[in-house]
């Protein structure tokens, strides 16, 4: 796990010398590759797990009621 | 801790309205502009059950229930530099625990809940936008507020994004009757509050690859029970005279304090016109959690107007500290904390999904206008599981 951490961290520092030019994006401006796609889609799956797993929040979202159950 | 943040966070925005509309004058007299309209209709189903549920002949009672979920986003431009966003879900649950142990309200029969959730961002340079959240949920049993400030930055001709935001909540129980009714005499209200900041950055590795990772934590505190579970009660053998319930209500240490990491990598495939996207998530906290969340998300264009997603999440967690599927008395004190929740239980969880995205203009036009339709059906080792509905439609003025 630590070596897969290491290696995400790696790859962002040694690329940042590469620099895409605005003219280049545009497969990155595809809607399937922005971080969050579908905010609505995103609250509904989050709404999903927050309720039926113990590990919610935590994330950027606002943490929800915060009682166990993770309303 | 909330109500500082929130008055903090409108006294910004307010400063931050005005400051726009003095340097942008011109704009805001065309000011003004409707964006875009989104709607959501999800439908979830679910069966299980769990020790915290009364409703059952044996010690494990049902979780069965329905949701329907609709939600509508909208987004404004003041001006050049100030955008807004509305997003209003309402979530209408049935039997969230039947039969429970909250014999006072009709929450765990039949809860209907309202958010608004209300962004502002502000653009103050080529490459800064300040970002404020505010709003409010409201649900039969509690009402709540929150705020929160955000700040992103650009670096390298927008290549890296590195950005940070605070959040706040503030709940406030409603407390409850024998009958149902709120606020009677004599009863006490319960709060909870919720403190949460976080760091983010993304990098573009390459004309086809993005990358994300973030940190954040949450400190709650306060009355952090659900009212209606429940926790079994076992009668000591030996004893001739056992205790006249079979049941009493769970118990939580006040404070919690949750860390969580994540990272994302989206990358698009020019050659077969499809973009794979893989996250993880390590999650941690104080009551002795500890969760590891992989997801994976396959979108393929059939058309340039048209994709199909598949999907594959998969999470696993340990317990909290002091789950339990009962408890023995006498001997067990009742001021330790308890849980039966099977929601905070070991499992396994998994969710297979797929979905189909169609852009619904007319050929030759820009594409301002999109439905989807999607299907997903999540389960856990210790009996659950969800068939989820969802249908979307967005339209961009």
């Given at each position: ?11 962002c520092l040694?690329s940042a010398c590469v620099t895409v030019s605005a003219y280049e994006r545009?497969?990155l401006s595809?809607?399937?590759m922005q971080p969050v796609?579908?905010p ?20 950027a ?11 | 801790?909330?109500?500082?943040s929130?008055?903090l966070a409108a006294g910004l925005l307010l400063a931050a309205t005005c400051a726009g509309a003095r340097t942008h004058a011109d704009e805001s007299r065309n000011a003004w502009t409707?964006e875009q ?38 987004r404004a431009r003041q001006n050049e530099r100030v955008e807004h966003e ?32 209300f962004k502002t961002r502000v653009t103050t340079s080529e490459d800064d936008v300040a970002s404020f959240r505010y ?12 705020a929160g400030v955000g700040y992103q930055h650009e670096l390298a001709q927008d290549n890296a994004t590195l950005g940070v935001s605070a959040n ?29 900041i976080n760091a983010d950055a993304s990098q573009i590795l390459?004309?086809?690859?993005l990358v994300k990772a973030s940190y ?182």
């Amino acid at each position: 796990m630590k070596r897969v951490v290491f290696g995400v961290i790696a790859a962002c520092l040694f690329s940042a010398c590469v620099t895409v030019s605005a003219y280049e994006r545009g497969y990155l401006s595809d809607p399937t590759m922005q971080p969050v796609v579908d905010p609505l889609e995103a609250r509904a799956e989050r709404q999903l797990h927050r309720a039926r797993e113990a590990a919610g929040g935590g994330d950027a979202s606002v943490a929800g009621g915060g009682c166990g159950c993770t309303n | 801790m909330a109500r500082s943040s929130g008055g903090l966070a409108a006294g910004l925005l307010l400063a931050a309205t005005c400051a726009g509309a003095r340097t942008h004058a011109d704009e805001s007299r065309n000011a003004w502009t409707f964006e875009q309209a989104a709607a959501r209709f999800t439908y979830y189903t679910q069966d299980g059950s769990g020790f915290q549920s009364q409703a059952g002949p044996g010690p494990r009672g049902a979780e069965t229930l329905d949701v329907w979920n609709p939600a509508g986003l909208f987004r404004a431009r003041q001006n050049e530099r100030v955008e807004h966003e509305l997003l209003v879900p309402i979530d209408i649950i049935t039997s969230a625990s039947i039969n429970s142990v909250d014999v006072t309200t009709s929450a765990s029969r039949m809860n209907e809940t309202l958010t608004l959730d209300f962004k502002t961002r502000v653009t103050t340079s080529e490459d800064d936008v300040a970002s404020f959240r505010y709003g409010l949920h409201l649900e039969e049993w509690y009402r709540s507020i929150f705020a929160g400030v955000g700040y992103q930055h650009e670096l390298a001709q927008d290549n890296a994004t590195l950005g940070v935001s605070a959040n706040g909540v503030f709940d406030v129980f409603r407390p409850y009757g024998p009958y149902g009714g709120l606020w009677p005499l004599g009863n006490k209200a319960d709060v909870r509050g919720a403190l949460n900041i976080n760091a983010d950055a993304s990098q573009i590795l390459s004309r086809t690859t993005l990358v994300k990772a973030s940190y954040g934590f949450t400190l709650q505190a306060g009355e952090l029970i659900t009212p209606w579970n429940s926790v079994p009660v076992d009668c000591e053998p030996r004893l001739t005279n056992c205790p006249p319930r079979d049941r009493v209500e769970e118990k939580f240490p006040r404070k919690r304090l949750r860390h969580a990491i994540h990272g994302l990598l989206a990358q698009h495939v020019p050659a077969t016109a499809s973009t794979l996207r893989l996250s993880y998530r390590f999650y941690a906290d104080d009551f002795d959690v500890r969760a590891h969340t992989l997801q994976a998300q396959i979108y393929q264009y059939a058309t340039p107007r048209a994709y199909l997603r598949a999907s594959y999440r998969v999470h696993r967690q340990n317990a909290v500290y002091f789950w339990t599927r009962s408890i023995t008395l006498p001997g067990f004190s009742l001021n330790a904390p308890r849980t039966a929740d099977s929601d905070l239980a070991e499992f396994w969880a998994h969710q297979v999904g797929g979905k189909v995205f169609i852009y619904i203009d007319p050929p030759g036009q820009f594409q301002t206008q999109n439905l989807d339709l999607g299907y997903s059906h999540y389960w856990r080792t210790n009996d659950l599981q969800v068939h989820v509905f969802s249908f979307g439609y967005s339209r961009l003025f």
